[in-house]
């Protein structure tokens, strides 16, 4: 405000008028409307219209009520331009980086990377590259009826059980999902139910429901070992580390049920666990120091994750409570696995579909963790970052990263639906399982 105006108005009228300023600085209110504004009262005060005393207080509310609406219309102007698009230079950039998600780093192959092998509805599929759909892998139905499948431990071969009229194979496919092939070209080794890789991904191991014959099979197609012993096969046998012998839940003679060790060389059988009661409740560690299994103690009431090997040898790393007495029904645990690092384990328990639950346990015995309600089939991808599961005929993702013991667990997200497969789906049988 022109200083000459300012010194000559009442002492009262300055602190208003010392106000009006401020604000119309503060506004930055264009100059030349303030020049005019000055004027006009520059004006007013030569003509001394009405009485010197009250004048400026007269105008005050007018020019307030102006500056309020040139104020409005600069706010207005500047609401338009920050919503509306900035036009840019031909060839410049954007400087400004659109926020990630979890959902678009998976899409964008960022984290979990490679591709989830599904078998569903006795089917076999394969995750595209975007993890927006499954693909089905033997639209030809070459392999017959999927039974089971196994990555190698590369993760460069994918292991497919099939069966077609009572007679079974195993055939192989690469991680882009190629051409299937049989790795007995004549194989006539009955229904077979399970397939594992050794660890140097030379050899197979796979078993007979019908006779109850477990078989040792070259990757080459040029060995074929057959293994007929008196035990009773329940679920897929694994190799050892060192691969000189298989564990596998089942029974055998002189021996109540629970996990097995069979030695290949001298065929000696090593009651490891009497307490395991399910198929896949058994894991080793990706770099075979570990062994887990989970164990039904019924005159406690408890389920215990025990581990094998490390420091201390034997450790119970979680438990759960389950009913007592053997004549109780009891929950299921299935697809007990470790991440890649060791340092978690995933697995399912439940007594059916709708009340399957996933858990997450650590390695060292700090705690457990459930992760999701009414779903099953869990996989961890190789990076870590990744949980894989089924719920509701839906494939899932939940971001590990933001798992801990303190916080609220993260929103899943659907990977994709699942697709239909060649006969109606068996959860028990729906498998997922990440390339290592």
């Given at each position: 405000m022109n200083k000459e105006i300012f010194d000559q108005l009442p002492a009262d009228e300055q602190v208003v008028a010392a106000k009006l300023n401020s604000t119309a600085d503060n506004m930055e209110v264009p100059q030349d409307f303030q020049w005019k504004l000055e004027t006009q009262l520059m004006d007013a005060y030569q003509n001394k219209s009405q009485s010197a005393t009250g004048w400026f207080a007269k105008l005050v509310a007018p020019a307030a009520w102006t500056i309020a609406?040139?104020?409005?219309?600069?706010?207005?102007?500047?609401?338009?331009?920050?919503?509306?698009?900035?036009?840019?230079?031909?060839?410049?950039?954007?400087?400004?980086?659109?926020?990630?998600?979890?959902?678009?780093?998976?899409?964008?192959?960022?984290?979990?990377?490679?591709?989830?092998?599904?078998?569903?509805?006795?089917?076999?599929?394969?995750?595209?590259?975007?993890?927006?759909?499954?693909?089905?892998?033997?639209?030809?139905?070459?392999?017959?009826?999927?039974?089971?499948?196994?990555?190698?431990?590369?993760?460069?071969?994918?292991?497919?059980?099939?069966?077609?009229?009572?007679?079974?194979?195993?055939?192989?496919?690469?991680?882009?999902?190629?051409q299937l092939k049989p790795v007995l070209p004549n194989s006539e080794l009955g229904y077979l139910m399970d397939v594992a890789w050794s660890r140097d991904g030379k050899q197979l191991l796979t078993w007979s429901s019908q006779n109850q014959t477990v078989y040792l099979i070259s990757t080459d197609g040029k060995g074929l070992i057959e293994s007929e012993f008196t035990l009773q096969l329940f679920a897929t046998p694994q190799f050892t580390p060192d691969g000189s012998s298989m564990y596998f839940y089942g029974s055998a003679a002189g021996y109540t049920s629970g996990l097995f060790e069979f030695k290949f060389d001298d065929r000696e059988m090593i009651l490891v666990s009497s307490l395991v009661e399910d198929d896949t409740a058994f894991a080793w560690s990706p770099d075979g120091s570990l062994l887990a299994y989970i164990e039904m103690d019924r005159g406690l009431g408890e389920a215990r994750l025990m581990k094998i090997g490390g420091n201390p040898s034997v450790q119970t790393l979680a438990t759960m409570p389950i009913p007592k007495g053997s004549g109780s029904s009891i929950p299921g645990v299935a697809n007990l696995s470790w991440s890649k690092d060791g340092t978690k384990l995933i697995f399912e328990f439940g007594r059916n579909a709708s009340d399957h639950a996933i858990y997450l346990a650590y390695g060292d015995g700090s705690g457990l963790i459930k992760l999701v309600e009414s779903a099953h089939a869990p996989t961890i991808s190789s990076d870590g970052n990744c949980l894989a599961y089924i719920s509701d005929k839906q494939a899932f993702l939940l971001d590990l990263t933001n798992v801990s013991l303190t916080s609220a667990l993260p929103a899943p997200i659907v990977l994709t639906d699942l697709p239909v497969g060649r006969s109606v789906p068996d959860f028990r049988l729906d498998k997922l399982q990440w390339k290592p």
């Open positions: 609406a040139v104020l409005g219309f600069f706010l207005f102007n500047w609401a338009i331009r920050s919503l509306a698009p900035s036009e840019q230079a031909p060839g410049s950039s954007s400087t400004e980086i659109s926020p990630t998600t979890f959902e678009s780093n998976v899409r964008q192959g960022n984290i979990c990377e490679g591709p989830l092998a599904l078998a569903h509805g006795y089917s076999v599929f394969l995750s595209n590259e975007e993890k927006t759909e499954f693909v089905d892998l033997d639209p030809q139905r070459t392999i017959g009826e999927l039974r089971s499948l196994s990555w190698s431990s590369s993760g460069e071969q994918l292991a497919l059980v099939g069966n077609t009229t009572g007679t079974g194979n195993v055939y192989l496919t690469d991680s882009a999902g190629g």
